[in-house]
Protein backbone atom coordinates (compact mmCIF):
# COMPACT_ATOMS: atom_id res chain seq x y z
CA UNK A 1 0.00 0.00 0.00
CA UNK A 2 0.91 3.47 -1.00
CA UNK A 3 1.70 5.88 2.30
CA UNK A 4 -1.68 7.80 1.17
CA UNK A 5 -4.13 4.39 0.96
CA UNK A 6 -2.56 3.90 4.67
CA UNK A 7 -3.58 7.30 6.13
CA UNK A 8 -6.63 6.78 4.04
CA UNK A 9 -7.61 2.95 5.28
CA UNK A 10 -11.07 3.65 6.85
CA UNK A 11 -10.66 2.92 10.68
CA UNK A 12 -13.65 0.96 11.38
CA UNK A 13 -13.33 -1.55 8.39
CA UNK A 14 -9.74 -1.74 8.14
CA UNK A 15 -7.68 -4.95 8.81
CA UNK A 16 -4.90 -3.45 10.00
CA UNK A 17 -4.92 0.08 11.52
CA UNK A 18 -2.43 2.40 10.57
CA UNK A 19 -0.55 4.88 13.11
CA UNK A 20 -3.24 4.93 15.57
CA UNK A 21 -2.00 8.32 18.22
CA UNK A 22 -1.89 7.87 21.96
CA UNK A 23 -1.03 10.05 24.41
CA UNK A 24 0.58 8.31 27.78
CA UNK A 25 0.50 9.53 31.08
CA UNK A 26 0.29 8.12 34.62
CA UNK A 27 -2.56 7.06 36.44
CA UNK A 28 -1.93 5.95 40.01
CA UNK A 29 1.84 5.54 38.85
CA UNK A 30 0.76 3.35 35.36
CA UNK A 31 1.09 4.41 31.86
CA UNK A 32 -1.50 2.82 29.88
CA UNK A 33 -3.76 3.54 26.93
CA UNK A 34 -6.24 1.82 25.27
CA UNK A 35 -6.37 0.61 21.59
CA UNK A 36 -9.26 0.73 19.35
CA UNK A 37 -8.68 -3.02 18.37
CA UNK A 38 -7.56 -5.53 20.08
CA UNK A 39 -4.56 -6.64 18.22
CA UNK A 40 -3.54 -9.66 16.92
CA UNK A 41 0.05 -8.44 16.79
CA UNK A 42 1.67 -4.70 16.66
CA UNK A 43 3.58 -4.36 13.48
CA UNK A 44 5.29 -0.36 15.22
CA UNK A 45 5.05 1.87 17.63
CA UNK A 46 6.65 4.88 16.98
CA UNK A 47 6.38 8.68 18.04
CA UNK A 48 3.75 10.90 16.14
CA UNK A 49 6.59 12.50 14.15
CA UNK A 50 8.02 9.21 12.96
CA UNK A 51 11.04 10.31 13.90
CA UNK A 52 11.30 7.54 16.72
CA UNK A 53 11.03 3.89 16.90
CA UNK A 54 10.30 2.03 20.25
CA UNK A 55 10.64 -1.85 21.13
CA UNK A 56 8.26 -3.85 22.21
CA UNK A 57 9.22 -5.35 25.89
CA UNK A 58 12.09 -2.24 26.35
CA UNK A 59 9.14 0.50 25.64
CA UNK A 60 6.32 -1.12 26.21
CA UNK A 61 4.23 -3.77 26.30
CA UNK A 62 0.43 -5.10 25.20
CA UNK A 63 -2.02 -7.27 26.95
CA UNK A 64 -5.60 -7.19 25.37
CA UNK A 65 -6.01 -3.80 24.15
CA UNK A 66 -4.36 -1.70 26.24
CA UNK A 67 -0.79 -0.66 25.83
CA UNK A 68 1.65 0.06 28.64
CA UNK A 69 4.44 1.49 29.37
CA UNK A 70 7.74 0.13 31.28
CA UNK A 71 9.49 1.79 34.08
CA UNK A 72 12.23 2.43 31.54
CA UNK A 73 10.04 3.29 28.53
CA UNK A 74 11.71 5.76 26.32
CA UNK A 75 8.35 7.23 25.21
CA UNK A 76 7.16 10.12 26.57
CA UNK A 77 4.35 10.39 29.44
CA UNK A 78 2.75 12.93 31.30
CA UNK A 79 2.48 12.77 34.99
CA UNK A 80 -0.99 12.67 36.47
CA UNK A 81 -0.55 16.34 38.02
CA UNK A 82 0.77 17.75 34.37
CA UNK A 83 -2.43 16.62 33.36
CA UNK A 84 -4.94 17.75 36.13
CA UNK A 85 -4.31 19.94 38.19
CA UNK A 86 -5.87 22.38 40.83
CA UNK A 87 -4.07 26.15 40.24
CA UNK A 88 -4.87 27.78 37.04
CA UNK A 89 -2.30 28.33 35.20
CA UNK A 90 -2.49 30.89 32.14
CA UNK A 91 -2.69 30.61 28.95
CA UNK A 92 -1.92 27.04 29.63
CA UNK A 93 -5.08 25.59 30.42
CA UNK A 94 -8.71 24.89 31.16
CA UNK A 95 -11.41 24.81 34.00
CA UNK A 96 -12.99 21.37 34.28
CA UNK A 97 -16.14 20.38 35.94
CA UNK A 98 -14.83 19.12 39.32
CA UNK A 99 -13.30 22.49 39.60
CA UNK A 100 -9.82 21.87 38.79
CA UNK A 101 -7.77 22.42 35.81
CA UNK A 102 -6.84 20.52 32.54
CA UNK A 103 -3.59 21.36 30.24
CA UNK A 104 -4.12 23.17 27.17
CA UNK A 105 -1.81 23.91 24.30
CA UNK A 106 -1.91 24.63 20.65
CA UNK A 107 0.19 24.21 17.77
CA UNK A 108 2.35 20.88 17.93
CA UNK A 109 2.89 20.38 21.62
CA UNK A 110 0.57 17.24 22.14
CA UNK A 111 1.81 15.80 18.68
CA UNK A 112 5.25 15.96 19.97
CA UNK A 113 4.42 13.99 23.12
CA UNK A 114 2.20 11.47 21.15
CA UNK A 115 2.55 7.82 19.69
CA UNK A 116 1.96 6.00 16.89
CA UNK A 117 0.84 2.35 16.75
CA UNK A 118 0.18 0.05 13.39
CA UNK A 119 -1.44 -3.30 14.27
CA UNK A 120 -3.31 -6.13 12.70
CA UNK A 121 -6.33 -6.61 14.77
CA UNK A 122 -8.03 -9.51 15.63
CA UNK A 123 -11.39 -10.03 14.08
CA UNK A 124 -14.26 -7.62 15.67
CA UNK A 125 -17.77 -6.45 15.06
CA UNK A 126 -18.12 -3.42 13.05
CA UNK A 127 -17.89 -0.41 15.63
CA UNK A 128 -18.93 2.13 12.46
CA UNK A 129 -20.96 2.01 9.56
CA UNK A 130 -20.95 4.82 7.67
CA UNK A 131 -23.60 5.89 5.50
CA UNK A 132 -23.41 6.68 1.60
CA UNK A 133 -25.35 10.01 1.03
CA UNK A 134 -24.41 10.23 -2.31
CA UNK A 135 -27.95 9.97 -3.73
CA UNK A 136 -29.20 13.31 -1.80
CA UNK A 137 -26.34 14.85 -3.67
CA UNK A 138 -26.79 14.02 -7.44
CA UNK A 139 -25.02 16.97 -9.42
CA UNK A 140 -21.96 16.05 -7.03
CA UNK A 141 -22.37 12.24 -7.79
CA UNK A 142 -22.57 12.79 -11.45
CA UNK A 143 -19.44 14.92 -11.98
CA UNK A 144 -17.53 12.43 -10.16
CA UNK A 145 -18.71 8.96 -11.66
CA UNK A 146 -18.07 11.16 -15.17
CA UNK A 147 -14.52 11.96 -13.90
CA UNK A 148 -15.07 15.82 -13.97
CA UNK A 149 -13.83 18.72 -12.49
CA UNK A 150 -15.42 19.20 -9.43
CA UNK A 151 -15.63 22.40 -7.50
CA UNK A 152 -15.45 21.65 -3.60
CA UNK A 153 -15.78 24.14 -0.81
CA UNK A 154 -14.99 23.93 2.74
CA UNK A 155 -16.89 26.26 5.09
CA UNK A 156 -16.63 25.96 8.58
CA UNK A 157 -13.95 26.37 11.75
CA UNK A 158 -10.58 25.86 13.46
CA UNK A 159 -11.61 22.35 12.83
CA UNK A 160 -11.96 22.73 8.77
CA UNK A 161 -9.01 24.61 9.04
CA UNK A 162 -6.77 21.69 10.08
CA UNK A 163 -5.80 23.19 13.27
CA UNK A 164 -3.36 21.10 14.84
CA UNK A 165 -3.01 19.00 11.66
CA UNK A 166 0.94 17.99 11.18
CA UNK A 167 1.05 19.95 7.91
CA UNK A 168 -0.75 22.63 10.06
CA UNK A 169 1.63 23.30 12.43
CA UNK A 170 4.75 22.39 9.80
CA UNK A 171 6.07 19.81 11.64
CA UNK A 172 6.56 15.73 10.67
CA UNK A 173 4.99 13.81 9.17
CA UNK A 174 3.21 16.81 7.12
CA UNK A 175 -0.02 14.84 6.63
CA UNK A 176 -2.17 16.87 5.23
CA UNK A 177 -5.36 18.75 6.37
CA UNK A 178 -8.21 16.53 6.29
CA UNK A 179 -9.89 18.62 2.91
CA UNK A 180 -6.96 18.10 1.56
CA UNK A 181 -7.07 14.20 1.89
CA UNK A 182 -10.14 14.11 0.96
CA UNK A 183 -9.50 15.84 -2.46
CA UNK A 184 -6.71 13.13 -3.07
CA UNK A 185 -9.20 10.28 -2.14
CA UNK A 186 -12.24 11.42 -4.31
CA UNK A 187 -9.43 12.14 -7.61
CA UNK A 188 -7.83 8.39 -6.74
CA UNK A 189 -11.35 6.68 -6.45
CA UNK A 190 -12.82 8.78 -9.03
CA UNK A 191 -10.49 10.09 -11.62
CA UNK A 192 -11.83 13.92 -10.89
CA UNK A 193 -10.29 16.47 -11.20
CA UNK A 194 -11.01 18.71 -7.50
CA UNK A 195 -10.58 22.35 -7.42
CA UNK A 196 -10.56 23.10 -3.54
CA UNK A 197 -11.57 26.43 -1.98
CA UNK A 198 -11.17 26.36 2.26
CA UNK A 199 -13.25 29.72 2.83
CA UNK A 200 -13.20 28.43 7.10
CA UNK A 201 -12.29 30.60 9.83
CA UNK A 202 -11.02 29.94 13.36
CA UNK A 203 -12.95 30.32 16.25
CA UNK A 204 -16.60 31.21 14.25
CA UNK A 205 -20.07 29.57 14.43
CA UNK A 206 -23.36 29.23 12.66
CA UNK A 207 -24.34 32.89 13.30
CA UNK A 208 -20.96 34.10 11.56
CA UNK A 209 -21.50 31.41 9.21
CA UNK A 210 -25.26 33.15 7.95
CA UNK A 211 -23.61 36.46 8.14
CA UNK A 212 -20.63 35.84 5.32
CA UNK A 213 -23.13 32.69 3.89
CA UNK A 214 -22.66 34.62 0.20
CA UNK A 215 -19.26 36.00 -0.28
CA UNK A 216 -17.53 32.89 1.68
CA UNK A 217 -20.29 30.22 -0.07
CA UNK A 218 -22.61 31.72 -2.93
CA UNK A 219 -20.25 34.24 -4.64
CA UNK A 220 -16.92 31.19 -4.63
CA UNK A 221 -19.52 28.95 -7.24
CA UNK A 222 -19.01 25.38 -5.71
CA UNK A 223 -20.70 22.48 -7.08
CA UNK A 224 -20.65 20.96 -3.84
CA UNK A 225 -19.98 22.86 -0.42
CA UNK A 226 -18.92 21.24 2.61
CA UNK A 227 -20.99 22.92 5.74
CA UNK A 228 -18.78 21.97 9.55
CA UNK A 229 -19.89 24.43 11.76
CA UNK A 230 -21.26 23.80 15.60
CA UNK A 231 -18.04 23.23 17.64
CA UNK A 232 -18.39 27.27 18.61
CA UNK A 233 -22.08 27.12 19.41
CA UNK A 234 -23.83 27.21 22.19
CA UNK A 235 -27.58 27.73 21.52
CA UNK A 236 -30.34 25.04 20.83
CA UNK A 237 -30.58 23.39 18.32
CA UNK A 238 -33.63 24.69 16.40
CA UNK A 239 -31.42 28.05 16.41
CA UNK A 240 -28.89 26.32 14.72
CA UNK A 241 -30.47 24.33 12.33
CA UNK A 242 -32.44 27.95 11.26
CA UNK A 243 -29.28 29.69 10.67
CA UNK A 244 -27.31 26.91 8.76
CA UNK A 245 -30.52 26.82 6.66
CA UNK A 246 -30.52 30.50 5.88
CA UNK A 247 -26.81 30.08 5.34
CA UNK A 248 -27.50 27.78 2.34
CA UNK A 249 -30.55 29.90 0.94
CA UNK A 250 -28.98 32.50 1.03
CA UNK A 251 -25.62 31.50 -0.89
CA UNK A 252 -28.47 29.45 -3.10
CA UNK A 253 -29.44 33.17 -4.35
CA UNK A 254 -25.97 33.67 -6.03
CA UNK A 255 -25.59 30.13 -7.02
CA UNK A 256 -28.48 27.85 -7.23
CA UNK A 257 -26.75 24.79 -8.40
CA UNK A 258 -24.94 24.41 -5.26
CA UNK A 259 -25.28 21.27 -3.15
CA UNK A 260 -24.37 20.62 0.32
CA UNK A 261 -23.29 18.18 2.62
CA UNK A 262 -23.46 19.21 6.04
CA UNK A 263 -21.42 18.03 8.97
CA UNK A 264 -22.25 17.86 12.26
CA UNK A 265 -19.83 18.78 14.66
CA UNK A 266 -17.21 16.54 16.75
CA UNK A 267 -17.06 17.06 20.07
CA UNK A 268 -15.43 18.95 22.54
CA UNK A 269 -13.06 17.39 26.12
CA UNK A 270 -16.06 15.85 28.27
CA UNK A 271 -14.34 16.89 31.35
CA UNK A 272 -14.16 20.51 30.62
CA UNK A 273 -16.55 23.14 32.00
CA UNK A 274 -18.21 25.61 29.67
CA UNK A 275 -17.49 23.73 26.26
CA UNK A 276 -20.43 21.33 25.08
CA UNK A 277 -24.12 22.85 25.18
CA UNK A 278 -26.38 21.67 22.87
CA UNK A 279 -24.13 19.92 19.95
CA UNK A 280 -25.09 16.12 20.47
CA UNK A 281 -28.79 17.39 19.27
CA UNK A 282 -27.09 19.36 16.37
CA UNK A 283 -27.13 15.90 14.04
CA UNK A 284 -30.75 15.17 14.59
CA UNK A 285 -31.67 18.79 13.74
CA UNK A 286 -29.89 18.96 11.08
CA UNK A 287 -31.32 15.83 9.76
CA UNK A 288 -34.71 17.78 8.85
CA UNK A 289 -32.78 19.44 5.89
CA UNK A 290 -31.99 16.79 4.06
CA UNK A 291 -33.58 16.61 0.36
CA UNK A 292 -32.33 16.65 -3.06
CA UNK A 293 -28.75 18.72 -2.92
CA UNK A 294 -28.37 18.54 1.16
CA UNK A 295 -27.17 15.38 2.56
CA UNK A 296 -25.87 15.39 6.37
CA UNK A 297 -22.94 13.40 7.83
CA UNK A 298 -21.89 13.41 11.77
CA UNK A 299 -18.45 13.53 12.84
CA UNK A 300 -19.71 13.46 16.62
CA UNK A 301 -21.33 9.96 16.12
CA UNK A 302 -17.85 8.80 14.57
CA UNK A 303 -15.88 9.91 17.86
CA UNK A 304 -18.90 8.14 19.91
CA UNK A 305 -18.08 5.05 17.81
CA UNK A 306 -14.03 5.41 18.64
CA UNK A 307 -14.79 6.88 22.32
CA UNK A 308 -16.52 4.00 23.28
CA UNK A 309 -12.94 2.28 23.31
CA UNK A 310 -10.72 5.17 23.15
CA UNK A 311 -10.33 8.71 25.44
CA UNK A 312 -10.40 11.90 24.38
CA UNK A 313 -6.64 12.97 24.73
CA UNK A 314 -5.85 9.81 22.05
CA UNK A 315 -8.24 11.72 19.41
CA UNK A 316 -7.00 15.77 19.71
CA UNK A 317 -4.08 18.25 19.26
CA UNK A 318 -4.63 20.28 21.75
CA UNK A 319 -6.60 18.58 24.43
CA UNK A 320 -9.74 20.51 23.61
CA UNK A 321 -11.59 20.68 20.55
CA UNK A 322 -9.08 20.38 17.51
CA UNK A 323 -8.74 16.89 15.88
CA UNK A 324 -4.89 15.15 15.87
CA UNK A 325 -3.57 13.22 12.61
CA UNK A 326 -5.28 10.47 13.51
CA UNK A 327 -8.98 11.67 14.29
CA UNK A 328 -8.48 14.44 11.44
CA UNK A 329 -7.70 11.46 9.13
CA UNK A 330 -11.20 10.24 10.71
CA UNK A 331 -12.54 12.94 9.34
CA UNK A 332 -11.61 12.50 5.63
CA UNK A 333 -12.59 8.83 5.90
CA UNK A 334 -16.08 9.25 6.82
CA UNK A 335 -16.54 12.01 4.03
CA UNK A 336 -14.69 9.79 1.90
CA UNK A 337 -17.00 7.42 2.37
CA UNK A 338 -19.95 9.27 2.51
CA UNK A 339 -19.08 10.30 -0.99
CA UNK A 340 -17.91 6.30 -2.57
CA UNK A 341 -20.75 3.52 -3.59
Not at 29 to 54: C, H, M, N, Q, W
Not at 74 to 101: A, L, P, S
Not at 209 to 238: C, H, S, T, W
Amino acid sequence: MTEFEKIMAPVWSSEIIYDEFLMMHEVGGRAEAPLLFEPEYIISVTSADKTKTYEQGRDWTVSGNLLTLTPDSRIFRFTEEEMIFDDKRYGKCFRTRDGRYSIFSEGHFFHDRQIAVTYKKKPSEPIFTPEFVGDRLPRTMELLEAGKPLRLLVFGDSISCGCNSSSFSGVPPYVPKWDQLLCMGLWQKYGAAVELKNTACGGQNSRWALENAKALVGEQYADLAIIAFGMNDRIPEDEFCSNIEKTMEDARSICPHTEFLLCATSFPNPILEGFMAYQDKYYAALKTLECKGVAVISFGEMQNALMKTKRYEDLSGNNVNHPNDFFARCHAQLVMAALSK
